[in-house]
């Protein structure tokens, strides 16, 4: 009867909307307890808990995404919300349009251009390339990119999601090492290259590094859907 009630649970989209919300919830309190350590990022604690989950339990992806299928439509709205705290600082942002407008064009160019020297130096295959080079990007509209050139739109998911991390990772240690202290060009430079995942690491820190990076995580997705073609 157990295992009756297991398949049935399992098979059930309520169980991994509710069982990721729970397990953020967890890896939320779990990074509260050292808010400065990078390695205690909530987004890796969760991904590594529902992997292995997933694992244990023999569910493949497609049973879970069914399931968890909502979390990722709000993904929508809540990238056109940070549309609000940029109203809020207009002026702040006005002030910076220049260092900005010549920081996302270098960023940019650099995080296509250096995915795609690498990946030819180490001779992967035209579909991992048109897969990885819009990787600084945020997962939808990269996986809308590598599509259109013929990539693997789940590949293309995975590398946005791991270097989403490693920048949520390494910002902060990195900007400190570096005695950069403004915020807008922290959480600017954060946003440029690792997206969703960096900027929610911005606004843990600070607002005006939250919105400067999501300022930069929507001018990315839009100029590298119009660079990536030049390189590839």
């Known amino acids: ?33 050292a808010p400065t350590n990078p390695l205690l990022n909530p987004i890796m604690l969760s991904i590594a ?5 997933l694992c244990v339990t023999g569910i493949d992806y497609g049973t879970y995404f069914d ?6 439509f709000l993904l929508g709205p809540a990238t056109v919300a940070l549309g609000i705290p940029l109203f809020e600082k207009l002026s ?23 995915t795609v020297f690498f990946s030819d130096l180490f001779g992967f295959s035209p579909e991992v390339v048109a897969s990885m080079a819009p990787k600084s990007t945020t997962a939808a509209v990269a996986m809308a990119i590598s599509s259109g050139l013929q990539g693997d739109p789940a590949l293309t998911a995975a590398v946005v999601v791991l270097t989403g991390i490693c920048g ?12 950069i202290k403004d915020f807008s060009a922290r959480g600017f430079a954060v946003g440029l290259a690792s997206h969703g995942i960096g ?11 939250g919105l400067f990076s999501g ?11 119009l660079i990536v073609h030049l390189f590839l």
């Open 1 to 33: 009867m157990t295992d009756g009630l297991w398949v049935y649970l399992a098979t059930s989209p309520l169980l991994w909307l509710a069982g990721t919300l729970v397990v953020w919830l967890i890896a939320t309190a779990i990074a509260g307890l």
């Open 49 to 53: 808990a529902i992997a292995i989950v």
């Open 67 to 72: 399931g968890a299928q909502f979390i990722h």
């Open 92 to 114: 702040l942002v006005k002030s910076n349009l220049v260092p900005m407008l010549s920081a996302l064009v270098v960023g940019s160019f650099t995080a296509v251009g250096s």
């Open 168 to 179: 949520a990772i390494v910002v902060t240690p990195m900007m400190n090492a570096m005695r």
């Open 199 to 209: 900027t929610a690491r911005a606004y843990s820190v600070d607002p005006v590094a």
């Open 215 to 225: 300022i930069a995580m929507g001018l990315n997705a839009v100029l590298t859907s």
